[in-house]
């Protein structure tokens, strides 16, 4: 049920600055979700989202509750693309907004990830560069290097990226119940959690954590907080 959604990481093998804008999920929904490699899950519309491209746990395909290491498959997206999946980025589709730049609500085939109509297919998350952004390229190239690569319950799926016309887009699987601290501080009209939801949305980021941080290419997450926790259920 939920996704972190930070900007700073390190990898042991690269210098200390490479700024990683993990996601991380946790599972306060009991019936965890994982990144696609199975069955995935169209969205109907606004009031019906689903968090597009994932099969569920012990489904065929699925990933283990301690994640793994993949080769990367992610799809190579045109900026034209993307502009059709969110409506040329239209402001009615912004999400959020942070030091790289804005996060964009687009709809996209569930199989191809080709741009749909709004509703039809499954809704993605895709983030956007500020132009004026000091990260930039930098960040960009250490997400599509390192986030593509794991693979683990607790972490948001990254399924594809774009770097055209001096613009680096990454698009990301969709969280239907936006970020942690919308629910702890009541902010645009999100509701209040439970604190047994709050307990596993806890234990849940933690073993996003720790998975990240005890793999094999391990990657220390720096910017751990309630904005950049997303809740997908």
């Known amino acids: 049920m939920g996704n972190c959604f930070g900007t700073q990481v390190d990898h042991h093998s690269q210098p200390p600055t490479p700024e990683d804008t993990k996601k991380l999920k946790d599972s306060s929904n009991q019936h965890g979700v994982v990144p696609p490699t199975g069955n995935k899950e169209s969205g109907g519309g606004e009031g019906n989202e689903t968090s597009s491209g994932r099969s569920k746990e012990g489904e065929g395909g699925g990933v283990p509750a301690s994640g ?9 997206f045109t900026l034209a693309e993307l502009k ?14 942070g030091g790289f730049g804005r996060v964009f609500k687009g709809w996209v085939d569930d199989k191809t ?81 439970t604190w047994e939801t709050r307990l596993k949305i806890a ?29 997908d259920g």
């Not at 793994?68 to 190579?76: Q, R, Y």
């Not at 059709?84 to 009615?92: I, V, Y």
């Not at 499954?122 to 930039?136: C, E, F, H």
């Open 113 to 193: 990830y080709a741009p749909s109509k709004v509703g039809v297919g499954i809704a993605v998350a895709v983030k956007k560069s500020n132009p004026d952004s000091s990260q930039g390229l930098q960040e960009w190239q250490a997400e599509v290097e390192f986030l593509g690569k794991f693979c683990h319950p607790n972490l948001v799926k990254l399924l594809g990226y774009c770097w055209e016309e001096n613009q680096f887009l990454l698009v990301y699987e969709y969280m239907q119940k936006g970020s942690l601290e919308n629910h702890l501080f009541r902010l645009g009209g999100a509701e209040p959690l």
């Open 68 to 76: 793994k290491i993949v080769s990367t498959t992610l799809k190579i």
């Open 84 to 97: 059709a999946a969110t409506r040329n980025f239209r402001p009615d589709t912004v999400l959020g907004e």
């Open 203 to 231: 234990i849940g980021a933690a073993q996003g954590l720790a998975f990240l941080h005890t793999s094999e290419k391990s990657v220390i997450y720096r910017d751990f907080k309630a904005s950049n926790i997303l809740l």
